[in-house]
Each structure stands twice: as C-alpha cells, then as structure tokens.
T-cell receptor
Framework: GESVGLHLPTLSVQEGDNSIINCAYS??????FIWYKQESGKGPQFIID?????DKRQGQRVTVLLNKTVKHLSLQIAATQPGDSAVYFC?????????FGKGTLLTVNP | NAGVMQNPRHLVRRRGQEARLRCSPM?????VYWYRQLPEEGLKFMVY????????ESGMPKERFSAEFPKEGPSILRIQQVVRGDSAAYFC?????????????FGPGTRLLVL
C-alpha cells in the first residue's frame, strides 16, 4: 500500500486567508519530502521540499513543517490567492522513487 | 532553459494499437522517470532510467510496457496492444546527474485515451 496519505481530500478557503494542507507518512526511515502543486491538465510543479534533518522550511508564501515524531508534514500557504487553486500532493522520495498521496484539492473563493 | 518536454500531449488509440510516448529531459539532466496517474489519484512510479540503462522498472507492468532512454534522443515509453485500462496521464520527470534524492521536475504529461 501507499506510505503517504492526506488527511483531507478538499479544502476551501477565502482569498487572503492562510491555507494548511496536511500529510501523513508511514515509513519512519523516509528522509526527504516534497510538495507538488498540480493544476488541471498540467504536470506536478515543485513547490518546496524538506529533509528529515529539518523541521521547518520557508519559501515565498509557503512553509513546510515536518514532525518526525508523529510522521506528519504540512504545507502552509500564506495569503492564499485564486492562482493557488489546484491539487496539492505530498511525495516521499525514497532514494529516487517518489511515492505520492492522493492529493488535496484547494479551492480559493474570491 | 526549457523544462521537461513531452509529446504528444494527447494521444487516442484503439484497443490493440501501440502507443509511443516521448520525453525530453531538462537540459543537463540525465535521469528520467516515468509515472502514471489515473483520474483523481496520485502519481504512481513506473520506471527510472539513465542514458542507455534501466535502473529500476519495478513499477512497470510485466507485459506490453517498455521504456528506453537512448544515448541520443528522447526517452520513449512504449505500450503495445493497448487496452482501455491503459487510459491515464503519463508523466515524465527528470533530475540532474547526482546521487540520491534530487528534485524531480515534471513535464506536462501525455493523456492517453484508449477507445
């Protein structure tokens, strides 16, 4: 079975609010995680990654948090915009092989 | 710097025909990965290739599917005698020639429809 899964299949937020997308993983040996954004009809787009020697990493408007104790990571999007509407996947990279969860559909309401 | 390129973007085949999907990695990338995505699901790993070598094909169906990455030219994912269950989006990703966990960058995908 899959080692990566998501808590919520859909998330609806108001424009300007912060969004939090969660992900659980089962392989405690996993040490590299990536968040991808996929818009309709397009390929996954790299957002941010984090290695297991870190518990937080920030990018432009995005932050990834990693809690190795409970095998959980989250993606926080600040000041969510309509252009952020997409499906978000967390992926676990075991050596070279990515294992994806099913994704969370984020809808941003104007 | 062009990203990962895939063609065709859409491919329609009848049952029993062959499908050929092409992928050109990003400039400077020598590692190629193929993934399959069924509707409303995450991507599933199929195969990992380097130039002229198949490194891991553990995600490939045992029959009808093959992949190559020749010394010159794009990587090819070939599906022989397609069936309706092969209908999916096929994504290629590439990464630079370094060891271990390098970020994979994805192409736009080929959407295969088998009639």
């Amino acid at each position: 079975g899959e080692s990566v899964g998501l808590h919520l299949p859909t998330l609806s937020v108001q424009e300007g609010d912060n969004s939090i997308i969660n992900c659980a993983y089962s392989n405690s040996a996993s040490d590299y995680f990536i968040w991808y954004k996929q818009e309709s009809g397009k390929g996954p787009q790299f957002i941010i990654d984090i290695r297991s020697n870190m518990d937080k990493r920030q990018g432009q408007r995005v932050t990834v948090l990693l809690n190795k104790t409970v095998k959980h990571l989250s993606l926080q999007i600040a000041a969510t915009q309509p252009g952020d509407s997409a499906v978000y996947f967390c992926a676990e990279n075991t050596n070279y092989k990515l294992t994806f969860g099913k994704g969370t559909l984020l809808t941003v309401n104007p | 710097n062009a990203g990962v390129m895939q063609n065709p973007r859409h491919l329609v085949r009848r049952r029993g025909q062959e499908a050929r999907l092409r992928c050109s990695p990003m400039k400077g990338h020598s590692h190629v990965y193929w993934y399959r995505q069924l509707p409303e699901e995450g991507l599933k790993f199929m195969v990992y290739l380097q130039k002229e070598n198949i490194i891991d094909e553990s995600g490939m169906p045992k029959e009808r599917f093959s992949a190559e990455f020749p010394k010159e030219g794009p990587s090819i994912l070939r599906i022989q005698q397609v069936v309706r269950g092969d209908s999916a989006a096929y994504f290629c990703a590439s990464s630079p020639p370094m060891s271990g966990q390098e970020t994979q960058y994805f192409g736009p995908g080929t959407r295969l429809l088998v009639l």
